[in-house]
């Protein structure tokens, strides 16, 4: 662990921060490859730090996987996709579909809406999120706060980050900004207590493909 320090955290958000600065930059330009590219430099951005964490130590046990990483992963991330279907009032709302008015799906849906929404981007962003930016936090903040103090504090600082990330990409209102934020806290708190990334990668899987395949269900009711 000695490696995941100050100079870890300092990469890290240097890196997060070209990355949204030159993915912002593109997404703005009117060209239908825009969006994808936009990600594909952000992925590229956090992959960074990630990789110059893990070629630096690796924390023991957190790329451990157990079978009740899956079990908590996917309990959590439908129970906050319906946290926030009923934050949203979704009780009252038709379903969301990925349908064009014509009826078709869009030719792109599956290679970049569907792929960087239910496997990229959870992957890379909880291992950066969760993974380095939080452990290395703990690390730096817990001898001097002591665990609980550290704890709270790197579990609130990154989901903030995490929440900052996504403001760029898509209209967030004050309910949107704190699902996000939730998910991002439920995230860390189980990185924490189980020591293990698994946790976190799962919930956001779920979390993004449930909204995903409720899409899917909309096109088909519709």
Same mark, same amino acid.
């Given at each position: 662990?000695?490696?995941?320090?100050?100079?870890?955290?300092?990469?890290?958000?240097?890196?997060?921060? @070209?990355?949204?600065?030159?993915?912002? @930059?593109?997404?703005?330009?009117?060209? =239908?490859?825009?969006?994808?590219?936009?990600?594909?430099? +952000?992925?590229?951005?956090?992959?960074?730090?990630?990789?110059?964490?893990?070629?630096?130590?690796? =924390?023991? #046990?957190?790329?451990?996987? %157990?079978?009740?990483?899956?079990?908590?992963?996917?309990?959590? #991330? +439908?129970?906050?996709?319906?946290?926030?279907?009923?934050?949203?009032?979704? #009780?009252?709302?038709?379903?969301?579909?990925?349908?064009?008015?014509?009826?078709?799906?869009?030719?792109?849906?599956?290679?970049?809406?569907?792929? %960087?929404?239910?496997?990229?981007?959870?992957?890379?962003?909880?291992? &950066?999120?969760?993974?380095?930016?939080?452990?290395?936090?703990?690390?730096?903040? %817990?001898?001097?706060?002591?665990?609980?103090?550290?704890?709270?504090?790197?579990?609130?600082?990154?989901?903030?980050?995490?929440?900052?990330?996504?403001?760029? &990409?898509? =209209?967030? #209102? !004050?309910?949107?900004?704190?699902?996000?934020?939730?998910?991002? @806290?439920?995230?860390?708190? +189980?990185?924490?207590?189980?020591?293990?990334?698994?946790?976190?990668?799962?919930?956001?899987? !779920?979390?993004?493909?449930?909204?995903?395949?409720? !899409?899917?269900?909309?096109?088909?009711?519709?």
């Amino acid at each position: 662990m000695r490696g995941w320090n100050g100079s870890l955290v300092a990469t890290a958000i240097v890196c997060g921060g @070209v990355g949204v600065a030159t993915s912002t @930059v593109v997404a703005r330009i009117p060209t =239908p490859w825009a969006p994808l590219v936009s990600n594909v430099l +952000l992925w590229i951005a956090l992959a960074g730090a990630v990789v110059f964490g893990f070629s630096r130590s690796r =924390p023991a #046990g957190l790329l451990r996987f %157990r079978s009740t990483d899956a079990l908590w992963g996917i309990a959590a #991330g +439908l129970t906050l996709r319906l946290l926030q279907g009923a934050t949203s009032g979704a #009780g009252a709302s038709a379903f969301p579909t990925v349908a064009t008015p014509d009826g078709t799906v869009p030719i792109d849906w599956w290679s970049t809406v569907a792929l %960087r929404g239910a496997l990229v981007s959870p992957l890379i962003e909880e291992f &950066f999120f969760r993974a380095v930016l939080l452990v290395s936090l703990f690390q730096l903040l %817990r001898r001097a706060a002591g665990a609980v103090a550290a704890s709270a504090a790197s579990v609130l600082a990154t989901s903030g980050a995490f929440l900052l990330i996504h403001v760029p &990409f898509e =209209p967030l #209102g !004050a309910v949107a900004a704190f699902q996000v934020f939730v998910v991002g @806290v439920t995230c860390g708190l +189980l990185v924490l207590l189980t020591g293990r990334i698994w946790s976190a990668v799962i919930i956001h899987l !779920a979390y993004n493909t449930s909204f995903l395949a409720l !899409a899917l269900v909309g096109m088909i009711l519709s």
